[in-house]
C-alpha cells in the first residue's frame, strides 16, 4: 500500500453493494450481463474490492437470486434485500457490524465502471465530514418540458450535477438520520442527510461512471473496457473405412479411401466445431450431437459449425481467425489446400486470408503414419463484440 494514501483498514471501513433492484426499465436481468468477460455486478464489486482489498464486503441480492450470486463473491457476505433500494442497503449496512465510527462506502450494483482513485477521494472526504458522494457535471442543456413535450425554459445548470455512487457515510450518522425518517422514502442515503440538514460533500469522479439503465447503455459500457480475446482449440480423429468418401474442410478429396463416421465423417469440421464450442465455453460436439441420435446419420458436418457459430454470437463473440492442421499420411492434401480454404473461410464467414489450412505426415509413425486413419486440429480466435 502506498505509504502516502494510508488504506482505511477493516473494521472501521466497510463496503456495500446493493444489487437487489428489479432491472424494471433495463427489460431483463442487467446486473448478469456479461461485458468484458464478467457480470455486471462482477465488474461493480471488483472495482470497490481494488480500493480496498482487505474491507469487508456485503454485496444485497434479490432473495431468489442468493444461491446464483453467493457463489460468485466468496470473499464477501451475500444477504437478501428488501422491497425499496433503502431496505437493502440497511440490510448490508447491518450485515458489515462497523463500530459507529467506521465508515460505510455504498455503491449501485449496476455502476460496473468507477475507477479506484474515485473511491479512495470519496472516502477521504468523508472521513472529514462524514458524508461524502461522487458527482460529475451535468453537460447537456437541460430543458423543463410541459406535458406536452413542449420546452419551457432553460434550466442553468451552473449549480446542478449527476449524483453517483459510491457514497460514504460514518455508519453513526446513518443510523441517526434512519432514525429521524422512519416511515419515508429517498432515492439515495445522500438525499436522506441533506433533509435533515446535514453537509453532504461532493467529490468530482469520473464521468464514464455509468449506470446500467437501459439497454443501449450497454453499448457505452463496452467501450470503457479494453476489447476482450478467446482462443478456442478442438481435436478430431477419425478410421479410414472403404466405401466411404473423403470429405475434408466440406471438399470432396478423390482418394479410395474415406473416413468412417456417424455424420460425413469431416473431421476438419468437428474440430473447428468443437474449438468454436470451447472458446465460448459451450461443451463439445458429442454432447449437442450425439452419434447415437439417428438426425445426424450422414449429415454434413457444415451443420455443427454453423450451430457452434451461433452458440459463439449468442454469447457475444465473433469469430476472427481459423487455423487448422490436418495429419494424414495419404493423400497428399496440397492439390486441394486452397479449395478446403475458401470452403473454410465461406462457412466461417472470414475472408480467406485470415483461415489457414495444412497438412502434415506423421513420417510413418503411429496409427496416422500406418494410413489408419486422420487427425485434425483447429484453433480459433475470437473477440468480445
Ligand atoms: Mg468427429
Redesign the pocket.
Request: proline share 0%; charged share 20%.
Given at each position: 500500500m502506498n505509504a502516502s494514501k494510508p488504506e482505511v483498514v477493516s473494521p472501521d471501513l466497510g463496503i456495500v453493494v446493493v444489487a437487489a433492484g428489479a432491472s424494471r426499465r433495463f427489460g431483463c436481468e442487467k446486473l448478469s450481463l456479461v461485458v468484458a468477460g464478467k457480470t455486471v455486478l462482477e465488474h461493480a464489486v471488483t472495482c470497490l474490492r481494488q480500493a480496498y482489498p482487505q474491507a469487508p464486503l456485503v454485496v444485497v441480492v434479490r432473495r431468489e437470486q442468493l444461491p446464483s450470486w453467493q457463489s460468485r463473491f466468496p470473499y464477501a457476505q451475500v444477504v437478501a434485500g428488501g422491497d425499496f433500494r433503502q431496505d437493502s442497503v440497511r440490510r448490508g449496512v447491518e450485515a458489515l457490524k462497523l463500530p459507529p465510527q467506521g465508515l460505510v462506502v455504498i455503491h449501485d450494483g449496476a455502476r460496473p465502471f468507477v475507477p479506484v482513485r474515485d473511491v479512495q477521494a470519496v472516502v477521504a472526504a468523508a472521513q472529514e465530514v462524514g458524508a461524502a458522494i461522487l458527482v460529475a457535471p451535468v453537460a447537456d442543456t437541460l430543458k423543463e418540458v410541459d406535458t406536452q413535450g413542449q420546452v419551457v425554459a432553460t434550466v442553468p445548470r451552473e449549480r446542478l450535477v449527476r449524483s453517483l455512487t459510491p457514497q460514504a457515510f460514518r455508519r453513526s450518522l446513518l443510523e441517526e438520520a434512519w432514525q429521524g425518517a422512519e416511515g419515508r422514502t429517498w432515492t439515495d442515503e445522500a438525499a436522506l442527510l441533506e433533509a435533515l440538514g446535514h453537509p453532504v460533500k461532493t467529490v468530482p469522479g469520473d464521468a464514464g461512471n455509468l449506470k446500467v439503465t437501459y439497454p443501449e447503455d450497454v453499448r457505452l459500457l463496452r467501450g470503457l473496457f479494453p476489447p476482450s480475446f478467446r482462443v478456442g482449440q478442438g481435436i478430431?480423429v477419425?478410421p479410414f473405412a472403404p466405401g466411404r468418401k473423403l470429405i475434408l474442410a466440406g471438399v470432396e478429396i478423390p482418394w479410395e479411401l474415406g473416413l468412417a463416421?456417424h455424420s460425413d465423417a469431416d473431421?476438419v469440421l468437428?474440430a473447428v466445431t468443437d474449438a468454436l464450442l470451447g472458446a465460448c465455453g459451450a461443451g463439445d460436439i458429442g454432447e449437442h450431437f450425439p452419434p447415437t441420435d439417428p438426425r445426424w446419420a450422414g449429415v454434413s458436418s457444415d451443420v455443427f459449425v454453423r450451430f457452434a457459430l451461433k452458440q459463439a454470437a449468442q454469447a457475444g463473440w465473433e469469430l476472427t481467425h481459423c487455423d487448422v492442421t490436418v495429419l494424414l499420411e495419404k493423400p497428399r492434401l496440397s492439390p486441394y489446400r486452397q479449395a478446403m480454404v475458401e470452403n473454410l473461410a465461406a462457412l466461417l464467414g472470414l475472408t480467406p486470408s485470415v483461415v489457414n489450412v495444412k497438412a502434415t505426415t506423421t513420417e510413418g509413425m503411429g496409427f496416422v503414419g500406418r494410413r489408419e486413419g486422420v487427425v485434425a486440429l483447429a484453433v480459433v480466435s475470437l473477440v468480445g463484440s
Open positions: 478430431d477419425h463416421g473431421v468437428h
